[in-house]
Each structure stands twice: as structure tokens, then as C-alpha cells.
T-cell receptor, first 117, second 111 residues
Framework: GAVVSQHPSWVICKSGTSVKIECRSL??????MFWYRQFPKQSLMLMAT?????????EQGVEKDKFLINHASLTLSTLTVTSAHPEDSSFYIC?????????????FGQGTRLTVV | AQSVTQLGSHVSVSEGALVLLRCNYS??????LFWYVQYPNQGLQLLLK??????LVKGINGFEAEFKKSETSFHLTKPSAHMSDAAEYFC?????????FGTGTSLTVIP
């Protein structure tokens, strides 16, 4: 159990285009999902927290108009990188909190490697 | 506020030697602590987790970690390093599902 599926696993896009990344909890309901970003040779940094049916909460320094997050259901959250630029190239990882387990931990997707050319 | 500190961004050990990766945490509540491994160009793989049960936690691939409240530590160990253990290791603390990661330790195994 507790499987989180993230799609796509990698994507290459042209500068100026938008890219959507999906995060799905396959066998549990996730009222909260988290989006992290990892630059090469660095740790994971929280970008935003999304709660089902409400607006996402963004960490300081993260542009909410550039990184659009939608959490329309208990099993799906999406991150859209709008007007992508090469500096947005990074590894993006989502996680989902299982409300059925007291919400004390979360489970990670496989990550999406975004390359903007 | 929650945070973790990983001492040593790079650790090198000989194959067959003891692996010790250090992690200290700061938490205002009883912590949920995790160790993850990340291989190049891959996602996170959970090695083990501490969730207030036994203080000595056994994980996959022969790894284990001991929660020491008095030292606010959660160090990761493995008795005998294998070449396949070479990877990046992250210690993390969870605050109701929001993870705070350490800066990571890159483990090199020397044949």
C-alpha cells in the first residue's frame, strides 16, 4: 500500500512553454500533498503544500504564478510550470499524506526530471 | 520548528567497512525521523523510519539507525559496506507529513 505515482518521470520542453506534472495517490486518500524541488547535488526543498479543494500554500521565494498547483481531488495534485525557462530545470518530487494513518508521514512519488531547453 | 543536520557532506569507506552517517535533529515535538537513499537520477527510496516505537530501527539492505533522544541523534549505520551502497543519503524529519531534509551525505565505497 501507500503508493504515490508521479508522471511523467522526465520531460524536456522548450523555453516559454508550460509543463504539467501529475501526482496521484493510488491506494489511499491524500488530503494534503507536498511539492519539493531538488537542484543538482542539493537537498530537497519544499515548494508548496496543497490541500484538497483549497489554494496551495507556497514557501517563501516560490512564485505562485509560475508554479501553479491544483489539488482537485483526494488522489490527484498537479504542478504546472508556466512559461518554463532553463533555470526551472530541476528534479520535482511530490509526496502525499495519508489521512488514514493519522497524517504523521507522507509517501513520495518517483520524481520528475524537467529539462528546459 | 523542525530541522535536521547531517554532519559530513561526503563520506568514504572501504568495501566491507562500517558505514556511519550522522544525523542530528531539532524538533519541538516527538519526532518522526527517516533515512532515504537516492541513486543518481532516481527518486527517494525509504531505508528506515522511526515513529516512536523501538529506538533501534532496522531497515532495508542491512541498514539500521538508533534514536537517541538525549543526543538528539538518529545516526545511520551498516556493519559492512557494499559497492552498491554508494549513493546520496538524506535524513529527514516529518511534521505531519511535511518533510524537512538534511543537506545529504554522499557515500563513496572504495573497492
Amino acid at each position: 500500500g501507500a503508493v504515490v505515482s508521479q508522471h511523467p518521470s522526465w520531460v524536456i520542453c522548450k523555453s516559454g512553454t508550460s509543463v504539467k506534472i501529475e501526482c496521484r495517490s493510488l491506494d489511499f486518500q491524500a488530503t494534503t500533498m507536498f511539492w519539493y524541488r531538488q537542484f543538482p547535488k542539493q537537498s530537497l526543498m519544499l515548494m508548496a503544500t496543497s490541500n484538497e479543494g483549497s489554494k496551495a500554500t507556497y514557501e517563501q521565494g516560490v512564485e505562485k504564478d509560475k508554479f501553479l498547483i491544483n489539488h482537485a481531488s483526494l488522489t490527484l495534485s498537479t504542478l504546472t510550470v508556466t512559461s518554463a525557462h532553463p533555470e526551472d530545470s530541476s528534479f520535482y518530487i511530490c509526496s502525499a499524506r495519508d489521512r488514514g494513518q493519522g497524517g504523521t508521514e507522507a509517501f513520495f512519488g518517483q520524481g520528475t526530471r524537467l529539462t528546459v531547453v | 520548528a523542525q530541522s535536521v543536520t547531517q554532519l559530513g557532506s561526503h563520506v568514504s569507506v572501504s568495501e566491507g567497512a562500517l558505514v556511519l552517517l550522522r544525523c542530528n535533529y531539532s524538533s519541538s515535538v516527538p519526532p518522526y525521523l527517516f533515512w532515504y537513499v537516492q541513486y543518481p537520477n532516481q527518486g527517494l527510496q525509504l531505508l528506515l523510519k522511526y515513529t516512536s516505537a523501538a529506538t533501534l530501527v532496522k531497515g532495508i539492505n542491512g541498514f539500521e539507525a538508533e534514536f537517541k533522544k538525549s543526543e538528539t541523534s538518529f545516526h545511520l549505520t551498516k556493519p559492512s559496506a557494499h559497492m552498491s551502497d554508494a549513493a546520496e543519503y538524506f535524513c529527514a524529519v516529518s511534521d505531519f507529513g511535511q518533510f524537512y531534509f538534511g543537506t545529504g551525505t554522499s557515500l563513496t565505497v572504495i573497492p
